[in-house]
């Protein structure tokens, strides 16, 4: 989640980040905790199943005590995979962060160059932040597109377009945005209609896409969302006129201030100030919280968010989400009636009984 692929792509390698798979956890039920996330039992299963080794190595970050175990798990079943583990500071606002921050990334840099016996060269990696910062721009264009109601791509759609900006070649993704971003230009469409919501969480992993049809087929519309597989993805580019290793360390820390990350301890940042300030801004009337069972970085941030949901008045859901079994009809019946409850409360109308309020907030 932390870590700049940039530095990979500026000595000539294809960085692609590991995605959840969608087959039923096999091999990695055992080796992992069964309280680990679904993405990190994923991740285990497939290098059990032997799926990673067209990687030539794999780099780790410490956003979660989680990832941990699973880098262990890695090693264990394959020692001849390298494996790097970086780890930049989480306490974000300490005068020795970026510092500190800038020692790690350039560390990592050195082990990139040693892996693939490049040498990373200034320009070689100003190349690439600039390649990586128009990727990035372009997709937030989209985002204000959708703000703006001019395009009607769903939340499958964007997911499409921000995951493969994750597993593809950047320059060619790159042309495809333009591309694409033309043609919206050209023939614009108009919003769908739908009560207008905001998703939120997801770390790692992308919620699946049938969850994302359902959430759209209830009567919403998502003009929003901070997940991973979403806008946090693309929130923040890299300065181009900097030191590219000060750029680097600078994205880093500021990337927390555009969109607050859980795994992360800022005291300037509030996740749930920052998700009150941009449903105003993309016009949000409720919000759906997107919980990956076990994720312990979001279950800790989820009660502020509960409670500044309440005190504004914000109707919110909570859903909890498992890589195999997820009980699709119930969160459906909740659905329908968080959007119906939504829709009361615009009309300035109280919900009727308590069994509603606890509906609105679950
Ligand atoms: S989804 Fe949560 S628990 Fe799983 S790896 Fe990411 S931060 Fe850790």
Redesign the pocket.
Known sequence: ?HFPVELAHAAGALPVIIQEAEDPITDGEGAVFSF?????RSVADQALKGRLKFLDAIMFGD??V??LGTADIIRWHDPELPIVFEQPVSSLDMDWAFDETRSVYVKLKEDVEELLGARITDDALKASISLFNRNRQLIRKIYEMRVAGTTDLSARQMQHIIKSSMVMDRQEHTGLLERLVEAIEARPASRRQGMPVYLSG????APKLELLDMIESTGTVVVGDDLYHGYRFISTDIDEEDDPMTALANWYLRKNEKVPCP?RADGDADWDEFLVRDMRRTGAEGLIVLV?K?????MYYFPEIQERCRREGIPMLKLETEHDSMPMEAFKTRLETFVEVARRRRRHEKPESKQERSHAQC
């Not at 680990?36 to 990190?40: A, D, E, F, I, K």
């Open positions: 989640m680990y996330c679904g993405y990190n956003h979660c989680q990832l997801h770390l790692c992993q795994t990956a076990f994720c312990e970085p979001h």
